[in-house]
């Protein structure tokens, strides 16, 4: 087991990893570093934080494991910061949603390095944000997948899936570029429709929200996410996002058309496609 | 008040009215009539039922409020059926999720007759059906939409909206077109595009569905609906749900567009604006 883990920026899924980790494993150190001065003040005092740094750098040192919690676009321009200041052996790992872009531009800044990067991508949220809502329980259960190169040596891909496993994940593993396009679908398709919906209702009558039920609140309550964050996982998963969406049109367009014919049978059919498909979920 | 109710089709939604009159009104009697053998014997036990019948046209007979609480395509026929059957001066609604047509085949239908009908729609429902999830509660503080025609006297519109209110239900007046111009947005929009993303996903490996988060889990949790009704509802307000999704294909093209040519400032605009009409819902 790790000796002592480094978390950049510990917020909802970062705090609940430290939480995680000192339940499991209470002898382990947890160093952090966050951006601002507030959510390093509050890890201070936090149960679950050893040591808080005000660089990145000095965080990282003489750690074995170093995780970053940040948006999926300032994971690169952090692991360049730490890249000198990191123990030989090191493993890094992020917890971003897309993993092609980053694990390739890792791949190339780690190719001199005694250090090595694994990516993983812990699938576990809440409607809320933040350190103030994290909690360990948050990760049981829950798929962590972990998108090793090609030529990851097995043993540091094994030692990073006995991490999460310890920390009650059901680890799996995948090409950063399989991961991509299943996320695409399953995950930045439906908030990219959500936000889609919401934006044409925000165009309408205002007095329409009155009506509005659970239905339409279930539908688009990923719309509430946080756009920063959002907009940055749509560039950085661009490719698939937009192979997704294509499909997405199709299908649309082919229950549109079903019922601009009144073919009522095939529209049936693919409804109750859909709810066998929903039902199992 | 009025003091004999029949309650044709008492699923969910109308086993829950009756409920809801038995609380406000004990002393009105509730007659029903149910298609099928099983539910009329269900009925029969069910303490807030005092008379089941087996056909609509003697369930309906000396009742001075008549409601009917069966599938969309069938509440035509069925008022073709109890026409003849109806008390002078009775008032027929109905609790479909479409009122346009509806509205306009009775105003027809219901010219020579001395009985009147004014279509309603109480928007109120749960992820399940049937008559044994019904509960009073479930109208509570929900709005129902009335849609009487322009020629409606506003003395039968006011008597069904006292009866509405009297079960706690927030009565609003709208025109049957307007009712399914808002309601294609609101709610039929909303379940064909999670259809539509239910059955695109439906068309991919099994194992992506092992990943599937919350956030798919709410955002098709509609696509469960009964493929029969929906089919139903979207025929009947296909104008205007055509019309709904058309605007959805523009909205999703040009968030589509922003990211296909990298415009992070529309972007995030866009998701932005999304997430605050989402966080007021």
Excluded at 86 to 94: E, H, I, K, P
Excluded at 118 to 134: D, K, L, N, R, T
Excluded at 184 to 189: E, N, R, T, Y
Excluded at 251 to 268: R, V
Aim: proline share 4%; hydrophobic share 40%.
């Amino acid at each position: 087991m790790f000796q002592q883990i480094t978390i950049l920026g510990p917020g909802l899924l970062g705090a609940s990893i430290a939480m995680a980790i000192k339940q499991a494993h209470p002898s382990t150190r947890i160093h952090t570093w966050s951006r601002r001065v507030e959510t390093r003040k509050k890890s201070q005092t936090a149960d679950w934080c050893d040591q808080v740094f005000s660089t990145a750098q000095t965080a990282v040192q003489h750690s074995d494991l170093v995780i970053l919690c940040t948006p999926v676009a300032t994971i690169v321009p952090l692991l360049e910061d730490i890249l000198d200041h990191l123990q030989a052996q090191a493993c890094v790992t992020d917890v971003g949603s897309t993993k092609a872009e980053i694990c390739q531009a890792a791949h190339h800044l780690f190719s001199g390095s005694a250090a090595h990067f694994i990516g993983s991508h812990p699938m576990a949220g809440s409607a809320q944000s933040g350190m103030e809502h994290a909690q360990a329980s948050l990760l049981k259960e829950a798929y962590c997948l972990i998108t090793p190169m090609a030529d990851t040596p097995p043993e540091q891909v094994a030692h990073l899936v006995d991490f999460w496993r310890m920390l009650h994940m059901q680890a799996q593993l995948l090409s950063p570029s399989e991961h991509d396009r299943i996320v695409a679908h399953i995950s930045h398709l439906p908030h990219f429709l959500a936000s889609s919906l919401a934006w044409q209702l925000a165009q309408k009558p205002s007095e329409w929200t009155q009506y509005c039920g659970g239905g339409l609140r279930d539908s688009t309550r990923i719309a509430s996410g946080d756009p920063t964050l959002w907009q940055q996982i749509f560039h950085q998963n661009k490719r698939e996002v937009l192979n997704a969406i294509d499909g997405l049109e199709q299908s649309l367009a082919s229950l549109k058309q079903a019922l601009h014919c009144d073919n009522s049978s095939e529209l049936y059919k693919r409804l109750e496609h859909a709810k066998n498909y929903r039902d199992q979920l």
